[in-house]
């Protein structure tokens, strides 16, 4: 069971990882933000609503948690408009690397909002991967696109947003494939009204360009999936640090499928950002047992 969970958790990541550059390669070959968003959560809702015929859920589920399950949302929501938005404007790999910083703002809120005690330890490599960020954007700044870095930035609050609450329904005992699937749903019935009303969906774009935007759909849907899998058989802690395969794999396929490159010092200012985290999440995780 450990070992089939660490594998679900890797896969997770590395098929979120494929989502940026894939979707990238999308625009380019003339597919839409709009339409990106849409097929996202309508092909994850068709995959995990059979789910929903084993673990049927109760109506008095979402009524009590109604207020948490909108948070959740609106942070999913964040999330995929702040980054499908973000990789229009600048590099997939400075998009993924700003986004990763969501788990220096869930410090912050642990820290002043639910008073959690942290170790020194921890704000120190926090600080560090924070100082990583600055190398990271430091030596490119003047030419950086600040609308694409602010998308990133608040994909990455949504981020924040998503772990925080889904802790709290986790205490409460809400099944992840009840959350995920009110997640999908309602998403999706709010950017096709969105979308539909004030924005045009450009559904005439080629053969290559709609296999391509479905692509990371399907893999968005499977890492979703894989995820589920892997939280009950490994713990969130555990999944969490594998889930650090995705800014790995998306770094590598920017470099590979658009020939994109980071500068000396956005590559050292890269590892720092995801060696400190992952450490970080792995102090966490030794400090809760």
Same mark, same amino acid.
């Given at each position: ?12 990541? =590395? ?7 894939? #979707? ?8 839409? +933000?709009?339409?990106?968003? $849409?097929? *996202? ?8 609503t059979p789910l929903l015929l084993f673990n049927k859920p109760s109506? =008095? ?9 909108? /948070?959740?949302? #609106? ?11 973000? $990789?229009?404007?600048?590099? %997939?790999?400075?998009? &993924? ?8 703002? $869930? ?5 002043? %909002?639910?008073? @959690?005690?942290?170790? *020194?330890?921890?704000? &120190? ?7 990583? /960020? ?14 694409? $870095? ?6 990455? &609050? ?46 005439? =774009?080629? !053969? ?13 849907? +499977? !890492?979703?999936?894989?995820?589920? /899998? !892997? ?8 999944? !969490?640090?594998?889930?650090?395969? @995705?800014? +790995?794999?998306? =770094? ?15 590559? +050292?200012?890269? %590892?720092? %950002?995801?060696?400190? /985290? ?12």
């Open positions: 069971m450990y070992i089939l969970g660490t594998l679900f958790a890797i896969g997770a990541g =590395i098929f979120f990882g494929f989502i940026a550059p894939l #979707t990238k390669m999308a625009y380019n070959l003339g597919a839409g +933000i709009g339409l990106a968003i $849409v097929l *996202r959560y309508v092909i994850a809702t068709i995959l995990i109506l =008095i589920i979402y009524k009590k948690q109604i207020w948490i399950f909108m /948070l959740f949302t #609106t942070g999913s929501i964040l999330l995929t408009t702040g980054l499908l938005l973000a $990789v229009k404007y600048i590099q %997939v790999s400075l998009a &993924i690397l700003i986004f990763y910083t969501f788990p220096i703002i $869930v410090l912050i809120a642990s820290i002043f %909002v639910d008073k @959690e005690k942290i170790s *020194r330890s921890i704000k &120190i490599v926090f600080f560090i991967a924070f100082l990583g /960020l600055f190398l990271v954007l430091g030596p490119s700044f003047e030419d950086l696109n600040l609308i694409g $870095v602010s998308f990133s930035f608040i994909a990455s &609050i949504g981020a924040s947003t998503m772990i925080l609450t889904n802790q709290k329904m986790s205490n409460r005992n809400v099944h992840p494939i009840h959350i995920n699937a009110f997640t999908n749903f309602f998403n999706s019935i709010f950017f096709i009204i969105l979308i539909g009303f004030f924005f045009k969906i450009d559904f005439y =774009i080629s !053969a290559k360009a709609w296999i391509m935007i479905l692509i990371p759909s399907f893999c968005y849907a +499977i !890492a979703f999936f894989l995820q589920l /899998l !892997a939280i009950p058989r490994i713990g969130q802690s555990k999944t !969490a640090l594998l889930l650090y395969t @995705e800014p +790995i794999v998306a =770094i590598l396929g920017a470099t590979v499928l658009l020939n994109e490159m980071l500068n000396l010092y956005q590559s +050292i200012g890269a %590892v720092i %950002v995801i060696a400190s /985290l992952m450490y970080a999440t792995y102090q966490s995780k030794k400090n809760q047992k």
